[in-house]
């Protein structure tokens, strides 16, 4: 497939994942105890072999670092990469990228999804169609939509089609969605194909699809086991378990400290779980630092950013007690994002000693200092916001 140019869009912005999504990128999402979103979108096209990927983004200035840390492997060297960091509506831009990858196919999709998207298969269904563009509707379970699709095309016909785009002055919040809908319009050939892909809605989405994915044995071999997909979360060493530490049914990634306790749960990358701690049914993104004796229930509490070795602090302070272990409670603020009794800790917050936070609970990024400096309590279903 070395004659072949992937293009990765990303969704629409909304606010439906909160703080997972609201100062970063999709693509930069935690995603499978280990990667992020991005590292399964690299992964497909270095699966495809193909010769150049352009991922489309505008929300995540550190998006591009990220890939930049990616470079050889296996003793190969990894297919350039470009993160496109303009406007979608840049007709000219995309136009002029393709005239500069000059290859001869072009795969389309919406790559801020994590998914594992066999593109070498893509390519022999789209040939043996005979037709200059096809789209493929993603089939999810026993349903092919067309809200997740693939679409194979030729180099002369995208840019017929970029170009008639450019001529009309047709403008869009995301180019390539737009490019799709022309070519439906035109009457393009479809097709369906089975895949990976995990779309995400809500944050009990979000929660829910760690457990599918990692509990699953197929997949999580798969992703394990599989040399390609890679993650560039800094982390180093292996994790530890200390003497008081206890670990069951759970996931554990590398470079993480527990000297707590910690059942059916999900661990990142860089986590530490301070003496008497407890983390029960939650997941703890990379580099937060949990304090003795605090307890975790059904909650996801999102990264630590700051990762200065000086600072020592604890994100979720001593004795610190948070999120529910039954009760199904919906977020009164976000009952659409936020239900079945789960806590969102937003990024680089910081919960004082002793707070209570309850079920269904949301504190925006970088939102909790100020406010458990005064107050022990967040009330279930309640949210702390900027």
Known sequence: MDNVTIISYPG?????????????SRYMLPFG???RVIDFTLRNSFFAAARTTFIYSTEDESLESYVERYGPFAGMKFPPIRVVSREYSDMNTCYNLILDSNTKYYVIYNGDIPSILDFKSILQKYRAGKSRAMLFKIQIGDRASMAYKVLVIDQKTLLKTVNQAIDE???SPNIFEMVINIMVNAGVKTGSINAMYWPIKSVPDYYDLHWDVIFNPEIFNLLYEEKIIQSKIDSGGFASVGPMGRVSGSFVSDHC???GTVSNSIIYPGVEIGEGAQV???IILPFVKIGPGARIYRSIIDERTNR?????RYDIDMNCKIGTESAPIKNSDFPESLFAGITLIGKDCLVHNEARIGGGCYVASGFGDKYFAQKKFLYDGTSVLK
Do not use: A, C, M, Q
């Not at 200065?308 to 020592?312: A, F, K, M, T």
């Open 33 to 35: 105890g280990r990667f």
């Open 12 to 24: 629409p912005k909304d606010n439906s994942l909160l703080s997972l999504t609201d100062t970063r």
């Open 257 to 259: 400290t527990i000297n």
């Open 308 to 312: 200065d070795p000086e600072n020592v």
């Open 280 to 282: 029960r049914d939650s």
């Open 169 to 171: 002055k047709r403008t």
